[in-house]
């Protein structure tokens, strides 16, 4: 079965709400595994078993959260290989919001992942809108997974 791996850092829970909103909306389509995970709890070897990778930053100082950097520097010490898989990111921010942009040059770059180009960001807490263009990608990208090309 097709797997998303949904990973995120969220101190103040506004990521957190986009990370489980994206959920909800992967699960409308049937035949596919989500998995939600606080990122530090994520291994190499869930990277390597899922088909998308869906990462969740806030921006804090402007970088990323430093264990979800993490999760990727290990994979390539390790030198998992997720070339092709699908990608995206997201994150609550305040002003600037570069982090999510951050792990998308990750994933692109040094993983040669399939990305969406922009992440999704939403300021502060996600209202109704911001839930919906959540749930919109985490169905977007499991409608894609579960539809391999023939
Ligand atoms: C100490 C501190 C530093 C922050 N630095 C940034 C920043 O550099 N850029 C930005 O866009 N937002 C910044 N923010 C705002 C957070 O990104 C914002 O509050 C966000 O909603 C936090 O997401 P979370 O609830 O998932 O932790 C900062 C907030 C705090 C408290």
Same mark, same amino acid.
């Given at each position: ?23 909800? +909306?992967?699960?409308?389509?049937? +035949? ?46 390790? +030198? ?10 997201? @994150?609550?921010?305040?002003?600037? @919001? ?26 502060? +807490?996600?209202?109704?809108? @911001? ?20």
């Amino acid at each position: 079965m097709p797997k998303i791996l949904v990973l995120y850092y969220s101190r103040t829970g506004n990521t957190e709400k986009m990370a489980k909103a994206l959920v909800e +909306g992967a699960q409308r389509v049937p +035949g596919v595994e989500v998995q939600l995970s606080i990122d530090f709890e994520v291994t190499s070897e869930d990277l390597a078993a899922a088909d998308a990778i869906l990462v969740g930053t806030p921006t804090y100082n402007h970088e990323a959260a430093r264990s979800t950097q993490k999760v990727f520097e290990d994979a390539a010490v390790k +030198g998992v290989n997720l070339k092709g898989k699908v990608g995206a990111s997201f @994150g609550s921010y305040g002003w600037s @919001g570069e982090a999510p942009r951050l792990i998308l040059e990750i994933m692109t770059n040094r993983f040669e992942m399939d990305v969406v180009p922009q992440p999704l960001l939403i300021k502060y +807490g996600p209202d109704d809108a @911001g839930l919906t263009k959540c749930r919109d990608l985490g169905h977007q990208i499991a409608k894609k997974i579960s539809q391999p090309i023939s």
